[in-house]
Structures are given as C-alpha cells and as structure tokens.
C-alpha cells in the first residue's frame, strides 16, 4: 500500500508578505492598520479588505452556492470585523479571525442554498474534464447532505486543499477532532455514495 | 504497530498532517494487515471521489472595499449611532442637558392638560339632541 494523501499546503489563509510588509516598502502592517482603524481610521480598513478579500474569497467560495453569496459572505465577515475591531486580541491572524467568520456565515448560508447548486451551471465548473457528471453530482450531494461540522473540514479539505492543522487553527477546533472530522464525513460520503464496506 | 494506531494514523494522514515517516509506518502495517488495507482503500476512493468533484474556483477579482466602507458609513449614520451621539452630549453638558428634560417634560405636561380626554371627547361627541325614531 502506498500512503500518499500527504498534507498539500493551502495558500487560504496562510499570510501574504503584506500581513508583515518590509518597513521599507511604507506600507502598515494588519496590526498597524488595525490600530489606525481603532483611532477611527475608517479608511485604513479600506486597506485591510483589499489585502485580504482574494484570499477570503477562495475560502469561502466552495462553501457557497454563487460567486455572489462568496462576496456577500466576505462583506459581512469584514463588516462584523469591523463592529468586532475592540475585541480583537490578536491570538491569530487578522485574516484567521476574519476567515473564521466568513466561513461560519458561509455555513449559515448553504444551509439554505447548497454549494454546487447555481444556476444550473455547476457541472460546468468540475475541475476534471473526465469526470462523469452524474457522478459529480452524487458525490457533491452527499456532501451538502453531510452535517455542518462534517462538511465545513471535509470541503476545506478536499476542495481547499487546506492541511488539518491549518483547519484546526482557522475554526478553532481540537487537531484531533478535525482528523477525527474528516474521517468520518468520508465515511458518511462513501455510505451515500453506496460503496463498497471493509470487512 | 497495532489496528487502532493504524487507524489513529490513517486520521491523521487523510487530514494532511501524518509525516512522511509515519506515511511509511502505516504503509508497512497495512502490507501485513489486509483488514486495515481493505480499510485504506475503501476511505481513499471516497478521497479520489470528492477530488474529482471539486467545483471550479470562480473568478474572484472584484474589490469589496467600496461596499464595506459603504455599509461601515450606513451604520454610523444609524439609530444606534444617533443614541450613542445624544447620549454623548448628555453626558458632557449635563446641566444644559437637565434643564433641555425639565422644559421637555413641562412642555408635555401643557400639553396633557390642555388636552381633552378620550372620555371627554367623547361625551362632547355624543351630547346634542337625540332624536327618537
């Protein structure tokens, strides 16, 4: 047997080099920034979006039905962010904190809207050419049908690419329960999907 | 290496996290387990599975800032702001602020009185001759 499902780094919400900017480029750091924001500031938060929002964008955009809910979802993160900006302690990242908060809206929002489910296009969006269509649209319902805290790991590990660790640390969860997580949505998938049992 | 650990490991590694020396341990049980294989194999095709129908990553190139700022501004401009602000001022000029309540409430009380009560609306309403059928 060769184990190759090796942890396959995620740029999701790994830190830009803006998060830390070279003092001689004059740009702020996000703690700088959000210390300008807290002075009232408005504009610095302005910065602040537009340093982060592609990279929330990604995180949240397999989570949600259309491109659209995927900027909806990271308006309001960044909004709530802002409401939120005195309770911020800085324990993780700026973008962690504020990934962490789009992606439960997100969660909030497929509950009602499934991923995969726009316009009737979605087939047009698998990744692989060769992949059989009804197929893909079993397995991505088994995945809308798994429960939230199956599904949010499972996708963001298989379809962000997003090592457990890097999981555990944007939805603040236990390393071992996001393992623990994934191992039984792919259970729950494979019983959907009706394939084969282990002895 | 026991099943259990086996199965520990094969968490760890589907999450991304196992190393590659424990990749290679649990590699080598599994050679000497057929159970534990038949296991790997069944979770991984679930894997290959989900791989393959993976949407698409949409085009993500719009700038949100704009539309934050906006709704940032929106709720400043706000109820709640408004109140925040009243009770500021409140607080910073608070004999002018008692003295604007004190007029405030004599307004109101001129008011009360000079007003008719529903009662007596009323009767004023339903006086006058009745007029028998």
Known sequence: MVVTTSGRSSAAVKESPHVRPDPRSGQDSDPQLLTRVRAGDTPAFAVLVRRHQVALLSLVDPLVATREDAEDVVQEAFVEAYRQRDRFRGDASFRTWVGRIAVFKAMRLARTRAPGTDDGAALESVTQPSANPAETLAVRDAVVELPDKLRLPVVLRFWREMSGREIAELLGWEQSTVWTRIYRGLEQVRRTLGGEEHP | ?133
């Open chain 2, 1 to 133: 290496m026991t099943c259990g650990e086996a199965k520990r490991l094969m968490h760890k590694a589907l999450a991304g996290d196992a190393s590659a020396e424990e990749r290679e341990r649990l590699a080598d049980h599994a050679e000497n387990c057929e159970r534990c294989a038949a296991e790997w194999h069944t979770i991984t095709g679930a894997v290959d599975a989900l791989q393959a129908a993976r949407p698409e990553q949409r085009p993500t190139d719009r700038d949100l800032s704009a539309g934050v700022i906006a709704r940032i501004a929106r709720e400043a401009n706000g109820p709640a702001q408004w109140a925040s602000r009243v009770a500021e001022v409140l607080a910073s000029r608070p004999v002018q602020a008692a003295g604007a309540v004190a007029a405030t409430a004599i307004c109101a009380l001129i008011l009360w009185l000079a007003t008719p009560a529903p009662q007596a609306l009323a009767a004023l309403l339903n006086a006058g001759p009745r007029v028998g059928y």
